[in-house]
Protein backbone atom coordinates (compact mmCIF):
# COMPACT_ATOMS: atom_id res chain seq x y z
CA UNK A 1 0.00 0.00 0.00
CA UNK A 2 1.58 3.58 -0.92
CA UNK A 3 0.08 6.66 -0.28
CA UNK A 4 0.19 9.94 -2.61
CA UNK A 5 3.88 10.73 -2.64
CA UNK A 6 5.02 7.37 -3.63
CA UNK A 7 5.82 6.27 0.45
CA UNK A 8 4.39 3.21 2.29
CA UNK A 9 1.09 4.63 3.73
CA UNK A 10 0.33 4.45 7.57
CA UNK A 11 -2.13 1.68 8.51
CA UNK A 12 -4.96 3.80 10.65
CA UNK A 13 -5.76 0.91 12.67
CA UNK A 14 -2.78 1.05 14.21
CA UNK A 15 -4.37 4.64 15.65
CA UNK A 16 -6.35 2.08 17.88
CA UNK A 17 -2.62 0.80 20.26
CA UNK A 18 -0.53 3.78 19.82
CA UNK A 19 -0.77 6.80 22.22
CA UNK A 20 1.55 9.93 22.80
CA UNK A 21 4.71 8.42 24.89
CA UNK A 22 4.64 11.68 27.16
CA UNK A 23 1.07 11.98 28.11
CA UNK A 24 -0.11 8.75 27.18
CA UNK A 25 -2.99 10.33 25.44
CA UNK A 26 -4.66 9.20 22.43
CA UNK A 27 -3.29 10.86 19.18
CA UNK A 28 -5.05 12.21 15.84
CA UNK A 29 -3.57 11.25 11.87
CA UNK A 30 -2.61 14.25 10.04
CA UNK A 31 -2.67 12.58 6.55
CA UNK A 32 -0.88 15.66 5.09
CA UNK A 33 2.00 15.97 7.29
CA UNK A 34 2.41 12.51 7.77
CA UNK A 35 2.33 12.82 11.34
CA UNK A 36 0.46 11.79 14.44
CA UNK A 37 -0.70 14.41 16.62
CA UNK A 38 -0.65 14.70 20.24
CA UNK A 39 -2.23 17.75 20.97
CA UNK A 40 -2.07 17.62 24.84
CA UNK A 41 1.58 17.23 24.36
CA UNK A 42 2.02 20.00 21.93
CA UNK A 43 4.15 17.38 19.81
CA UNK A 44 3.52 15.86 16.00
CA UNK A 45 5.35 12.95 15.63
CA UNK A 46 6.67 12.28 12.32
CA UNK A 47 5.36 8.86 10.18
CA UNK A 48 8.66 7.59 7.89
CA UNK A 49 7.89 4.52 5.18
CA UNK A 50 4.57 3.71 7.05
CA UNK A 51 6.21 3.49 10.36
CA UNK A 52 5.47 6.32 13.28
CA UNK A 53 8.86 7.62 15.13
CA UNK A 54 7.48 7.59 18.55
CA UNK A 55 10.45 9.55 20.08
CA UNK A 56 10.09 12.73 21.99
CA UNK A 57 13.62 13.89 20.17
CA UNK A 58 12.01 13.03 16.77
CA UNK A 59 8.81 15.28 17.04
CA UNK A 60 8.11 18.66 15.73
CA UNK A 61 6.39 21.19 18.38
CA UNK A 62 3.17 22.17 17.19
CA UNK A 63 3.74 25.79 18.29
CA UNK A 64 6.66 26.04 16.28
CA UNK A 65 4.90 25.34 12.94
Do not use: W
Not at 1 to 15: P, S, W, Y
Not at 16 to 28: D, F, G, H
Amino acid sequence: MTNQAGGVAFDRRMLEALICPQTQTTLEYDAEHQELVSRKAGLAFPIRDGIPVMLVDEARRLDAG
